[in-house]
Structures are given as C-alpha cells and as structure tokens.
Nanobody
Framework: QVHLAESGGGLVQIGDSLTLSCVAS????????VGWFRQAPEKEREFVAA????????EYVASVEGRFTISRQNHKNMIFLQMDDLNPEDTAIYYC????????????????????WGQGTQVTVSS
C-alpha cells in the first residue's frame, strides 16, 4: 500500500508559476511510476503528466507541454509538478497517483492505470 499526499496548491494570477509536491509513504520500497491528474468542476478527471521510476521517461498532455515539468526525488519519496505560465483553464484539483509498476508502458493515460491516489490539492488561476 502506498499513501500519497499532495501539497502546494493555491490561488495565483494568470502567467504565474506554482510547484505541486507529492510525498509517498507506506510501501515505498517498491519501484512505481507516478502520474498527475486534474479535475475541473463538472469535468472528468484528466491526465496531466507522468514519469517512470528512474525519471528517464516523461509524458504530458498536449495542453501543458512546454509549461509543466514533472520530476521526482526517489531518495525522498517525492514527486513534483512545476507549472509555469498558468492560465484559467488550469484551474482544477490536482491529484498525484502511483502505478504498481516502475514503467509507464503504453497504459498511463487512464485513471484505472493507477492503483494509489492522493486526496488532491486545489489550484485556482484567477483571471
């Protein structure tokens, strides 16, 4: 069992930057790939970014490519999402999620590809 806890959300202005953090606890001795998802009001939870265990592979949804950066520090059991040039369409609750495999493979876009989830952190971009 892996427990995830996000932090770092908040209210920002258009064009601002924000870094979300996710700390993992529990069965962290196992290697696992991690993803960030977000859910805006009245919308489905959507994939944002993912990273494999060794950090060499990173994937992003097209709408955040070039603005968001996912990274991780395995020795601290932490995963980060650096978000730059934020806009109102980025407003959502952001969730950290972990797979039970170290690799992303071909299935990393769906919520069902991830076994563990955090409670989420709210990001609001004011216009």
């Amino acid at each position: 069992q892996v427990h995830l806890a996000e932090s770092g959300g908040g209210l920002v202005q258009i064009g601002d930057s924000l870094t979300l953090s996710c700390v993992a606890s529990g069965a962290t001795d196992s290697a696992y790939a991690v993803g960030w998802f977000r859910q805006a009001p009245e919308k489905e939870r959507e994939f944002v970014a993912a990273i494999n265990y060794n950090g060499l592979r990173r994937e992003y949804v097209a709408s955040v490519e070039g603005r968001f950066t996912i990274s991780r520090q395995n020795h601290k059991n932490m995963i980060f999402l650096q978000m730059d040039d934020l806009n109102p369409e980025d407003t959502a609750i952001y969730y950290c999620a972990a797979r039970t495999q170290a690799a992303l493979g071909s299935s990393y876009l769906r919520t069902s590809d991830y076994a563990y989830w955090g409670q989420g952190t709210q990001v609001t971009v004011s216009s």
